[in-house]
Nanobody
């Protein structure tokens, strides 16, 4: 079993930046990849970015390219998401996800482990 805990959400002004982190614990040696998803109010949960735990280039949703950066700290079993030039449409609950299954795409069904989410609010 793997547990994921997100941190770093909050209220930021439009145009500002924000960093989120996700720490994994438990059987982290089994993990293949970790990812970020977000879910705006009354909308579906959408893929933002993913990264493999032991190497490889990150993978972004088209909507996240340019302002979002995902990174990993393998030794700490932690990933980060840095968002610049925040926009009101970035407001959402951001979820960390992880998979040990050897495949990581933008599909929520690829990920077997999920955090509780952290709220990001953007004021205009």
């Amino acid at each position: 079993q793997v547990e994921l805990v997100e941190a770093g959400g909050g209220l930021e002004q439009a145009g500002g930046s924000l960093s989120l982190s996700c720490a994994a614990s438990g059987r982290t040696s089994s993990l293949y990849a970790m990812a970020w998803f977000r879910q705006p109010p009354e909308k579906e949960r959408d893929f933002v970015a993913a990264i493999t735990v032991r190497g490889g280039a990150p993978y972004y949703a088209d909507s996240a390219k340019g302002r979002f950066t995902i990174s990993r700290d393998y030794a700490k079993s932690t990933i980060h998401l840095h968002i610049t030039d925040l926009k009101p449409e970035d407001a959402a609950v951001y979820y960390c996800a992880a998979t040990s299954g050897g495949i990581a795409t933008k599909m929520t069904s690829d990920y077997g482990f999920w955090g509780q989410g952290t709220q990001v609010t953007v004021s205009s």
